[in-house]
């Protein structure tokens, strides 16, 4: 409770709530004591070229496969090379994670998803939230414009309805 509580205040007062973000990086604020006391965002210039790409070359038509060879053929370093058990470089999934937030039109949100239990499997997952999500307007932090934004989401929200339909009358 009082992690969520300080991470709150931190965003309240414009500070980084953890992770890492491709196109921002996070300064530490010292505190005096030897310490730091939270952590200011600004733009990463190197990496905000690879996000203004991967919006431009979406909204140009290519795929969020072609897009991810290109990275991977350029050899654009990702954001979290040493993650175990997953596929190295460049994939559609985070392609499409970028395309999706709203952090690059300055709309920083907090709280926005959440884990949660599965009552049938014990699982956990993870789930967007309906209430409580905290959102902020961050314009200094602006990486792509709303034209080109609007074309983005104009276009995932077309190739979402060609592909992902509603429940298959067959079964799974």
Request: with cysteine; aromatic share 8%.
């Given at each position: ?29 010292p505190d ?14 190197e990496e ?125």
């Open positions: 409770y009082k992690t969520r509580r300080g991470l709150e205040g931190r965003m309240t007062k414009g500070l980084s709530t953890g992770g890492r973000l491709l196109g921002y990086r996070t300064i530490p604020i005096g004591r030897g310490g730091t006391n939270g952590a200011t965002i600004e733009i990463h210039e905000r070229k690879v996000v203004e790409r991967i919006f431009r070359e979406y909204a140009r038509g290519h795929s969020l496969l072609s897009i991810a060879r290109a990275l991977n053929l350029d050899e654009v370093p990702v954001l979290r090379p040493h993650r175990t058990n997953r596929k190295r470089g460049w994939v559609c999934s985070t392609v499409r994670a970028i395309l999706h937030n709203t952090a690059y039109v300055g709309r920083w949100s907090y709280m926005r998803r959440e884990w949660r239990r599965d009552p049938d499997t014990g699982n956990r997952r993870y789930q967007t939230r309906t209430e409580g999500v905290m959102v902020q307007e961050r314009p200094h932090l602006r990486i792509i414009d709303d034209q080109q934004w609007e074309a983005v989401q104009t276009r995932l929200a077309d190739v979402r309805k060609k592909y992902v339909g509603g429940p298959r009358a067959d079964g799974p």
